[in-house]
């Protein structure tokens, strides 16, 4: 073998002075084939493992010591289009923007690894969640995770796609789903509360309100009162997932909020308490002195916040993981196998997560008076 202005040549048997691929372009399959003296088609054969009783033995130790010099490597993508089978997962959430979701989608691309291709979808600013679900039909898709979808998300969901749902609690349509035990995590927020002497407590609602998000408010709001306590919830008192959005909510509904004499106010998400901490701090609302303030997500700032939030924590990277693995096991036809260790199965195709409170220094004694 001689070099010779940058490319290679060989002395193989069968092409005798052979020019093989220039150095820095990627080694194809018609390189290898050329340099076997085979055809592309019996490279495909031998590199997919298809080539028992269809290529003689001697070839494929050829081409297989070709593939071993020259370096060739398989473009997976390539492959799947070749074979005919999509090898992509959408990963839907409802904003990219949560830090939540960003830790659900790491979740699930490390649980799917290098057997799919993880495309990413959020709806774009005003976009009809049904839209995006039109955009992704025109893509090969294996599955999806659709995270707290809307019903109609649910409606338009296409009934041949392979999909599990994640925190989508009280979904009924049949598709496998990873819920997050929101409501022992809104109870251990009542219990809490109520342990502090709190009587009077508001709740800041999120729009728009998935299924997860009622289950929050409903399972809140009934633990309280099954304590004796009064629980508000003011229309003024909501804002979409969004820190500044929350902080223009809170803002305004402060004032009448002092008037009902609240001592607590519990959030619907994280982002939701950033932006009512912020607003208790320029209406010189104390917390928690005046104020106890919760969350939910238990986001990795909460813990370094002033002052440090109280929050129900989410397993958001296993919500992720278990989904991830729960669709490999749809996609492969066995979505029956046994849950992660710590998730309880509710049904066949349902496995919930359990939650816990992270309790800081947001939280504290109810004010003697509001």
Partial sequence: MVERDGDVTSDHPNQGDLRLPTRGRRVRAADVAAAAGVSISTVSLVVNDKWEGRVAPDTVARIRDEVARLGYVVDESARRLAIGAAGAVAVVTPAFTNPFYARVSVGAAAALGAAYQVVFSVPEIDEDPVE????????RLAGALIAAPSEDVLRWLPADLPAVLLDAPGAGDGRPRVDLDVADGAVQVAEHLLALGHRRVAFMAATPETDTFVVRRTRL???????GATV????ALRSEVDAGAAYRAASAAIPALLGSAVTAVVCATDLHAYGLLRACGDHGVEVPGRWSVVGFDDQPLSAFLTPPLTSVSLP???LGRSAGTLLAELIAGGADAEPPAGAVRERPSV???PVSLAVRASTGPAAPSA
Avoid at 221 to 227: N, Q, S
Wanted: aromatic fraction near 4%; glycine fraction near 8%; proline fraction near 4%.
């Fill in 351 to 353: 496995r919930v997560l």
């Fill in 132 to 139: 995006m679900l039109v955009r992704l039909r025109g893509l």
């Fill in 232 to 235: 508000f919830a003011p229309d």
């Fill in 221 to 227: 709001r009934d633990a309280l009162v099954a304590g």
């Fill in 316 to 318: 958001a990277d296993e």
